[in-house]
């Protein structure tokens, strides 16, 4: 198995990207916001770790997405496709959860959005950079 770990990184990093501006005010900030009922205050406390600890797990995602497009005959297509199913995959277990939690609609489509994007860019990525 081939990993180009350069290109693992990149799309880990992409993840950081698009959610700053998919969390934006730009996009979805204000209804996101709305929707959590966190305030500005408290979205800012402990940020260094909270930055740290998601771009750990970005890595990790991405990896994994890595091993899985490790053949040969990946191109971007292919990548694209395989995030973009990956990011189904983990949109459907934010949904499960988020429905016990008994959370909104709005705040349910706001961030499985958010996963279906990141998701198709890191395969994009990583398909692309083989």
Same mark, same amino acid.
């Given at each position: 198995?081939?990993?180009?770990?350069?290109?693992?990184?990149?799309?880990?990093?992409?993840?950081?990207?698009?959610?700053?501006?998919? *969390?934006?005010?730009?996009?979805?900030y204000k209804r996101w916001i709305a929707e959590t009922g966190i305030n500005e205050e408290t979205l800012n406390a402990g940020a260094g770790k909270i930055y740290g600890l998601t771009l750990l797990m970005a890595i990790i995602i991405s990896y994994n997405l890595a091993a899985f497009l490790a053949e040969d005959g990946t191109d971007a297509?292919?990548?694209?496709?395989?995030? *973009?199913?990956?990011?189904?995959?983990?949109?459907?277990? *934010?949904?499960?959860?988020?429905?016990?939690?008994?959370?909104?609609?709005?705040?349910? *489509?706001?961030?499985?959005?958010?996963?279906?994007v990141a998701f198709t860019l890191k395969g994009f990525i990583i398909g692309v950079w083989r």
């Open positions: 198995m081939e990993i180009n770990h350069l290109a693992v990184i990149v799309a880990a990093i992409s993840d950081l990207l698009v959610g700053a501006l998919w *969390f934006s005010p730009l996009l979805f297509a292919w990548g694209a496709i395989a995030g *973009f199913l990956a990011g189904v995959w983990a949109a459907a277990a *934010f949904i499960i959860i988020s429905l016990f939690e008994r959370k909104s609609a709005a705040y349910i *489509f706001i961030n499985i959005g958010y996963m279906l």
